[in-house]
C-alpha cells in the first residue's frame, strides 16, 4: 500500500510499504480523510522527539472498515468510521476509572514508533472505532479528534458556572474548537488572540466577540480594560509556549482559572509570584478519554459543534511531502489541512 513515511527531519516521502493485517479484535480500516495535526509538523521538523524514524504519522483521521481480524463482532465491513487514535488497555487502574487516555500501557497511532493513518490502511483495535452519524464527511470526521481535545479541556472546569467573560490564547484548530465549546458552556463573551489575522477573522465568524493579534495589540492592558481592570476569570492557553502562557496568566484576574491546554514546549518560563499571589487555580489537561471522543462526534454530528469551517485546503495523500514542507515553512493560510484517499 501506499504511504507517508517519516524517515528524519524534513525527510517525508510517499512510498509503498506493506499493507497491515488485523490481528483478534482488530480491524483493518480503508482510511479517507486524515487532517495534519500541528503535532504532526513539528515531528515532521524533528524538533519533539514524538516520532522516530521510520514511521507513519496521522491520529486525526476516519474512514471505512475494510477487513475483520478474528473474534470482531458487532462490527460490518463497509461501516463509515472515526477512530480514537488512543489504544488503552482496559484493565490498568487509570483505565477502570474511565481515565482511559492516562492508560500506563497507551500507544498512540502516528506517534513515537506506532503508525498511523497518513496511508491508504491502518490496523486499529475495534474499540477504537466509532460509526458516523448520517450525513457527515470524512473530512468533517477526521476533525473528531480535536474536537474531542477541546471538549475534554472544558470538562476540566467540572460544573462550576462558566464565566461570562473568557480569554483563548491561540486560534489554531484547538482554540477555535475550544471558542465553541466556552459558547456552548455559557460564556457570554469570548477574547481571542493570535499572531495570524486569517485566524482571528474565522475566530470572529465562529463568534469570539473580541480579536486581538499581540503585534499590533497589547493584548494584556486590552483585556484589563475589557474587565474593568479585574481581568478575566478563566483564560485558556491553547498553544504550549512561554509568551502564550505568559499572556495567559496576565490576563486572568485575581482567584481566577488558567487552563493549560498547549502542548509544543516541553519547558516554558512562568510567574511563579503571580500566580501564587494572586491564588490562580491552574488546570493542565491533556488529549481526552474514550467516552469523550464519542460526545464530541455526537456534538458535531448534531451541528452543536462546526469544523467544516476550519478546513483551509484538503490535498491528496500524494502530495503529502509538499505540504507538509508549506506547512512547515509557513508559506500556506492554513487552520486545518486534510489529506484524502
Not at 473568557?166 to 459558547?183: H, S, T
Request: charged share 20%; proline share 6%; aromatic share 6%.
Amino acid at each position: 500500500m501506499w504511504a507517508l513515511v517519516y524517515h528524519g527531519p524534513k525527510d517525508l516521502r510517499y512510498e509503498q510499504i506493506p499493507k497491515p493485517v488485523p490481528g483478534p479484535g482488530e480491524v483493518l480500516v480503508a482510511v479517507k480523510a486524515v487532517g495534519v495535526c500541528g503535532s504532526d509538523v513539528h515531528g515532521y521538523l524533528g524538533i519533539t522527539g514524538r516520532r522516530i524514524p521510520p514511521m507513519v504519522m496521522g491520529h486525526e483521521f476516519s474512514g471505512e472498515v475494510a477487513e475483520l481480524g478474528p473474534d470482531v463482532e458487532g462490527v460490518e465491513v463497509g461501516t463509515k468510521v472515526a477512530v480514537q487514535p488512543l489504544v488503552f488497555c482496559g484493565k490498568c487502574g487509570q483505565c477502570r476509572q474511565g481515565h482511559t487516555h492516562l492508560c500506563v500501557q497507551a500507544k498512540f497511532l502516528g506517534v513515537l514508533t506506532t503508525n498511523g493513518a497518513m496511508a491508504e490502511y491502518v490496523v486499529v483495535p475495534a474499540k477504537q472505532l466509532f460509526p458516523l452519524p448520517e450525513g457527515l464527511g470524512f473530512a468533517e470526521g477526521a476533525l473528531v479528534e480535536p474536537a474531542a481535545v477541546a471538549l475534554r479541556a472544558i470538562s476540566k472546569l467540572g460544573e462550576r458556572p462558566m464565566p461570562e467573560r473568557v480569554a483563548i490564547v491561540g486560534a489554531g484548530p484547538i482554540g477555535l474548537l475550544l471558542l465553541q465549546y466556552v459558547k456552548l458552556r455559557g460564556a457570554k463573551e469570548v477574547l481571542m488572540t493570535d499572531l495570524e489575522d486569517y485566524r482571528l477573522d474565522l475566530a470572529k465568524e465562529l463568534g469570539a466577540d473580541i480579536v486581538l493579534n499581540p503585534k499590533e495589540t497589547d493584548v494584556v492592558m486590552r483585556a484589563q480594560d475589557w474587565t474593568e481592570g479585574e481581568g478575566v476569570q478563566l483564560a485558556i492557553e491553547a498553544v504550549g509556549a512561554t509568551p502564550t502562557v505568559q499572556q495567559a496568566m496576565a490576563m486572568a484576574g485575581l482567584r481566577g482559572t488558567v487552563l493549560w491546554v498547549g502542548n509544543s514546549a516541553r519547558y516554558v518560563e512562568v510567574n511563579m509570584q503571580q500566580a501564587v499571589t494572586r491564588e490562580y487555580t491552574i488546570l493542565g489537561t491533556f488529549i481526552y478519554n474514550h467516552k469523550e471522543f464519542g460526545q464530541a462526534l455526537e456534538d458535531i454530528g448534531a451541528g452543536r459543534v462546526k469544523v467544516r469551517p476550519l478546513i483551509s485546503r484538503s490535498y491528496p495523500l500524494s502530495r503529502g511531502p509538499e505540504v507538509f514542507a508549506a506547512l512547515a515553512e509557513g508559506k500556506e493560510q492554513v487552520v486545518k489541512a486534510v489529506l484524502t484517499n
